[in-house]
């Protein structure tokens, strides 16, 4: 198969983990015989440096022509620290997002076995679990009109969504849940936003296109309690922009780390996929970032936008056997774990591609 990537690696530990990513996915090729061709492009603070705008237009350019992008992260603690900023970092992530009619996040929250004692949640409570969250990715108070008035004291940021946003990810959410187990949490907050009683009325009426799924309305409050309460109650999640940024950060703490998590974001083109976790400016430069969750974001851009179902296996296959046999990075090491297994993000990504280049990998 040929097939061109963008990869678009971003600021802090986005081109420490994306190295990684890309590393895996030349190694498939070659062992699956596909062509892969890549090219790369700035975002976020990268791209505001070298060109004044956090998404340049020759990124986007590149992004429409591919057939696939793989994303590292932006954020700068500069912005961070100063919200007047008028040009973000982040504006190149929304704005990409918008351009390439990226509407449905796909947030699977994978568990290894072997991570079980690196979460801060009971084992007991956590075998079991596998969510696929579907965030809405194009409405919400992120694109909603943002003001404040002109004594600066009053702000406000409008949560605004239409019928054909929460239609079109709705109906994507139960078809993966009718391929999975059929169940379909949708997560809102009616009992107090509009928008919110907007997306739960349109969600009902997809419903009745799908008997076979078995549909629950959940506020986001007892939602959030439910997940690390109970969270095998849930299967597939269908949430908005804002609830979802926030749940699978809390999710994230099922699969150990904020490192473990990847994400595809899907809709009308190339397919964008991405770890969740942010430039990390704690831990950038200094070889402890955890590069799995871009090399499961590998894996899902093979498996969604390739349909390579057994490439996308054998990677998810080699970070099990990785794990299995001891090694963690830093985020996901408890104390059992041998102080020599602990490795930088670069032996990370090394011990990944040498388990995926053993012939018998089962
Ligand atoms: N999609 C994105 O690009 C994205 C998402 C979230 C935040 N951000 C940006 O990232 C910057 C930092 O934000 P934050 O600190 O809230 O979130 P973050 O995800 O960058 O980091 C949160 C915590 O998780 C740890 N962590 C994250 N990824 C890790 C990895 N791969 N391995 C080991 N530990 C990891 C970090 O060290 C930190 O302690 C901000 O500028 C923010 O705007 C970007």
């Known amino acids: 198969m040929k097939k061109h990537i963008l990869v678009i690696p971003g600021d802090g530990i986005g081109p420490e983990v994306t190295a990684w990513g890309k590393a895996v996915l030349e190694q498939i090729a070659s062992q699956y015989g596909h062509e892969f061709t890549y090219d790369e492009a700035l975002m976020g603070h990268a791209g505001i440096e070298a060109t004044g705008n956090p998404l340049p237009d020759e990124t986007l350019e590149k992004a429409k022509a591919s057939d696939a992008i793989l994303f590292g992260a932006i954020g700068h603690i500069k912005y961070d620290n100063d919200p007047s900023a008028k040009v973000r970092p982040e504006q190149g992530l929304l704005k990409i997002r918008k351009e390439l009619g990226l509407y449905a996040n796909l947030r699977p929250i994978m568990l290894f076995d072997e991570l079980l004692d690196a979460s801060s949640l009971k084992p007991a409570v956590l075998r079991g679990t596998d969510i696929l969250f579907f965030r809405e990715l194009t409405g919400?108070?992120?694109?909603?009109?943002?003001?404040?008035?002109?004594?600066?004291?009053?702000a406000s940021d409008l949560m605004i969504y239409h019928r054909y946003e929460v239609e079109r990810i709705a109906h994507k959410a139960y078809q993966a849940a009718q391929a999975r187990s059929k169940r379909l949490c949708s997560v809102d907050k009616a009992n107090v936003l509009e928008s919110s009683r907007?997306?739960?009325?349109?969600?009902?009426?997809?419903?009745?296109?799908?008997p076979d799924v078995e549909t629950e309305h959940m506020f986001i409050d007892n939602a959030a309690m439910q997940l690390v309460k109970n969270p095998k109650k849930f299967d597939?999640?269908?949430?908005?922009?804002?609830?979802?940024?926030?749940?699978?950060?809390?999710?994230s703490q099922i699969a150990g780390s904020m490192g473990m998590l990847a994400s595809a974001s899907v809709g009308d083109g190339t397919g964008f996929f991405e770890p969740i976790h942010g430039s990390a400016h704690d831990i950038a430069g200094q070889d402890k970032a955890n590069p799995l969750a871009s090399i499961l974001s590998v894996a899902l851009m093979l498996e969604i936008s390739f349909g390579l179902k057994d490439e996308a296996k054998r990677i998810t296959t080699a970070i099990d056997h990785v794990l299995k046999a001891g090694y963690r990075t830093g985020d996901i090491a408890d104390t059992l774990t041998q102080p020599d297994k602990i490795l930088g993000t670069k032996a990370m990504g090394e011990m990944v591609l040498q388990f995926l280049s053993k012939p018998a990998l089962t």
């Open 140 to 154: 919400d108070v992120y694109f909603g009109e943002k003001s404040r008035s002109e004594d600066r004291n009053t």
């Open 198 to 210: 907007l997306w739960r009325e349109v969600v009902q009426e997809i419903a009745k296109q799908y």
């Open 236 to 251: 597939v999640v269908l949430t908005a922009n804002l609830f979802g940024d926030i749940l699978t950060d809390e999710a």
